[in-house]
Every structure is written in C-alpha cells, then in structure tokens.
C-alpha cells in the first residue's frame, strides 16, 4: 500500500483534489485547520482521502476523533493519521476507539474513557494510523515514508 502525505497551505489546498486521484493522500494544512480545509473541499473530493492530525496539549486525541467522525460525513475518509510529540500509538488508539456507534469504555496510560458515544459513527470504516519516527503503523500494518518532492505548492512524502 503506497500513501502520499500531502502538506499545503491553505492557498494550495487543490493539491489535495489533484493527488486524490493518484494514490491514497493523507493531507495537512500547514497554516490552517486540517479538518475545516479537509471539509471545505467536500464538493470537490471524489477520491477517498486521508488527513495528518497533529496532538497536543490544546487538541486531545478525543477532539481529534470529533472531528474525525464529522469530517467523515463530508467527505470519503478513509485514513486518519495521529502524530504526538510522544506515545502517538496511545493517541491513535484513543481516536480508533472513539470512531463507533457503540458505548466506548476504553483504558490506557493516556486515557480513561467510561460509557462515553461518539455517535454517528463514520459511514465507512476508517483506518487509524500512528506516526513515529517516520513510520506509519495501524492494523494493517507498518509502513515507511520513503522520497520526498514538492509539487502544486505542496510538500509530498511517499510511505510504503
């Protein structure tokens, strides 16, 4: 499985629309919000898409799966990217475990969850991915970012 890590301005982000067709593309807006730049396309992605969501002290893995789930309502979301400073692994599965229908009582060293729902859940299964230095790992497996290169206005990272 190859994935393109796409990151873009804002003024850039029809990269995202061009380099949705070619391969599986997890974008990052690197001056605006992912999600709200992720959405604001809805009407012009027709390809599944993924989106770089970065954790942190002012955005938990638990807004992370918020928005996660509504964005997959906008568009065909398919991959979802959790990078953290630290313990990506714990964020990611925070997020996964945020993404159903059911009642979510979820433990680890990051987080206590009890009878808490994020409903809807997603209309198509997604894939939650970690990143850690420069891998991306989820349940189908690892894998690793590869050759870099700018194109549209937008930095390119290979993963496979």
């Known amino acids: 499985m190859e994935l393109i890590r796409v990151v873009a301005p804002l003024a850039h982000r029809d990269a995202l629309v061009r380099l949705s067709h070619e391969s599986a593309t997890l974008f990052e807006c690197s001056d605006a919000d992912t999600v709200i730049v ?26 992370c799966a ?4 509504t964005l997959s309502h ?6 979802v990217v959790i990078q953290a400073e630290t313990r990506s692994f714990d964020h990611a599965a925070i997020v996964r475990s945020l993404l159903t229908d059911d009642e979510v009582n979820f433990d680890n060293e990051l987080a206590t969850i009890r009878g808490a729902y994020n409903r809807p859940a ?3 299964p997604l894939t939650v991915w970690s990143a850690q230095q420069g891998a991306l790992t989820s349940d189908l497996g690892v894998v690793r970012a ?3 290169e700018s194109r549209d206005g937008a930095k390119l990272t290979y993963f496979g």
């Open 146 to 148: 590869g050759r870099t």
């Open 38 to 63: 992720a959405a604001s396309l809805h009407d012009r992605l027709t390809a599944e898409v993924g989106v770089w969501l970065t954790v942190s002290a002012d955005y938990s893995a638990q807004l």
């Open 74 to 79: 906008l568009v065909a979301l398919r991959h």
């Open 122 to 124: 997603p209309p198509a």
């Open 66 to 69: 918020r928005d996660v789930k």
